[in-house]
């Protein structure tokens, strides 16, 4: 049956504009980092992405080498595209990266021209698409000069492969250098993509400043730091999760005694503001309004749902942002 979309489906989620831009992400945005690889179940990985859509998720992030294998993930994006979504591709924000391993050899990694745009045509291959909306520097390549990885991304915006460019992982004294290139090129940043979450506050130290400053908005990823701010690991590693998968990224000798009394800890309030603890988890990234998304991994509809719903309660007492802040010191 073909895939119709939810007719309600712009009705609850909050769109947030991008930093100066003209572009509006939603408040919660699909990452196929992991679940939507060729080990994983295709129909899982459909039903993921209509339920997303049909809650009003109209931003999916990718790379270059999510999977397994490398590139499987967009391979997988490609095909529900294909089948199902093709007809809502102007209702839909699709991001991928380079800078990350990808083939043999000296081109095949970091930030030079030669991989950047080389990926970028391989990405576009897997998905059957013309264009992404959003091509990223995934990190700072230390020996290739910033203005050659700024000048790749530029000529994939000014190609027409790339609607925007976008940086992540780039620390805040880059991030003030790259916008300032690609700026200088004609192309604004649009973006920072940032790990962040209760158990990572990297980015609360000067690059939200720094994204302010340039105008640039904030996507953070990992805010339930890959499933750890969840209900989850409690007490055990259940199967099927994250940290039991052989090629999860999530090791389990971070669930340390001390981190699951914190995460009991947390739980507490979240449960006394009616929440769960992913919900919790996730509102309180976003309690900072210069971060434009949240930018979550789910393993089935369910959690999809759960997350979503975080839109019925963002606001925080200052009380129980106090009593957070004492948990997580
Ligand atoms: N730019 C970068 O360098 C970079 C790096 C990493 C990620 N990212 C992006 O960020 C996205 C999200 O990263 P992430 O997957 O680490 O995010 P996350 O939201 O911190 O973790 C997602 C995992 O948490 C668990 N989970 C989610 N919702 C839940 C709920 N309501 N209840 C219980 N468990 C729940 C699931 O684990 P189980 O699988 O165990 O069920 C899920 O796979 C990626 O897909 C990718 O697009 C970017």
């Known amino acids: 049956m073909v895939y119709q979309a939810d007719k309600n489906r712009y009705e609850t989620m909050q769109y947030n504009r991008c930093g100066r831009s003209g572009l509006k992400l939603p408040a919660v945005s699909?990452?196929?980092?992991?679940?939507?690889?060729?080990?994983?179940?295709?129909?899982?990985?459909?039903?993921?992405?209509?339920?997303?859509?049909?809650?009003?998720?109209?931003?999916?992030?990718?790379?270059n080498n999510y999977g397994p294998p490398p590139g499987s993930a967009e391979e997988t994006f490609g095909q529900i595209l294909k089948?199902?979504?093709?007809?809502?591709?102007?209702?839909?924000?699709?991001?991928?990266?380079?800078?990350?391993?990808?083939?043999?050899?000296?081109?095949?990694?970091?930030?030079?021209?030669?991989?950047?745009?080389?990926s970028l045509e391989q990405s576009l291959k897997r998905m059957g698409m013309d264009y992404?909306?959003?091509?990223?520097?995934?990190?700072?390549?230390?020996?290739?000069?910033?203005?050659e990885t700024m000048g790749a991304l530029a000529s994939a915006v000014k190609q027409g492969k790339a609607l925007y460019a976008g940086i992540s992982n780039y620390p805040a004294k880059e991030t003030a250098q790259a916008a300032d290139i690609l700026k200088s090129m004609g192309v604004p940043?649009?973006?920072?993509?940032?790990k962040y979450s209760m158990l990572n506050r990297w980015i609360e130290d000067d690059l939200l400043d720094t994204l302010e400053d340039k105008q640039m908005g904030c996507i953070v990823f990992s805010p339930l730091a890959q499933g750890l701010l969840?209900?989850?690991?409690?007490?055990?590693?259940?199967?099927n999760s994250r940290a039991a998968k052989p090629h999860g990224f999530l090791q389990t000798n971070v669930i340390t005694d001390q981190l699951r009394q914190q995460l009991n800890s947390l739980q507490e309030i979240a449960t006394q503001r009616g929440q769960s603890l992913a919900q919790m988890a996730?509102?309180?990234?976003?309690?900072?309004?210069?971060?434009?998304?949240?930018?979550i991994g789910a393993s089935s509809v369910g959690q999809i749902e759960d997350n979503v719903a975080?839109?019925?309660?963002?606001?925080?007492?200052?009380?129980?942002?106090?009593?957070i802040e004492k948990i997580l010191k």
């Not at 940043?189 to 940032?194: D, M, P, S, V, Y």
């Not at 969840?230 to 199967?239: A, F, G, M, R, V």
């Not at 975080?310 to 009593?323: A, P």
């Open 189 to 194: 940043c649009l973006i920072h993509q940032a």
């Open 282 to 295: 996730l509102a309180w990234s976003m309690r900072d309004k210069r971060v434009t998304s949240v930018l």
């Open 132 to 147: 992404v909306d959003i091509f990223y520097s995934h990190r700072l390549d230390p020996d290739t000069p910033l203005e």
């Open 83 to 118: 089948d199902d979504f093709l007809s809502y591709r102007d209702e839909i924000v699709i991001s991928t990266k380079a800078g990350y391993l990808m083939w043999d050899g000296p081109y095949g990694e970091w930030g030079s021209r030669k991989y950047l745009m080389a």
């Open 310 to 323: 975080i839109l019925d309660n963002m606001e925080f007492e200052k009380e129980e942002l106090n009593r």
């Open 30 to 63: 699909l990452g196929l980092w992991h679940n939507f690889g060729g080990v994983d179940t295709l129909e899982n990985s459909r039903a993921m992405l209509y339920r997303a859509f049909d809650l009003g998720i109209t931003h999916f992030d990718l790379a």
């Open 230 to 239: 969840t209900n989850k690991y409690l007490d055990h590693i259940p199967e």
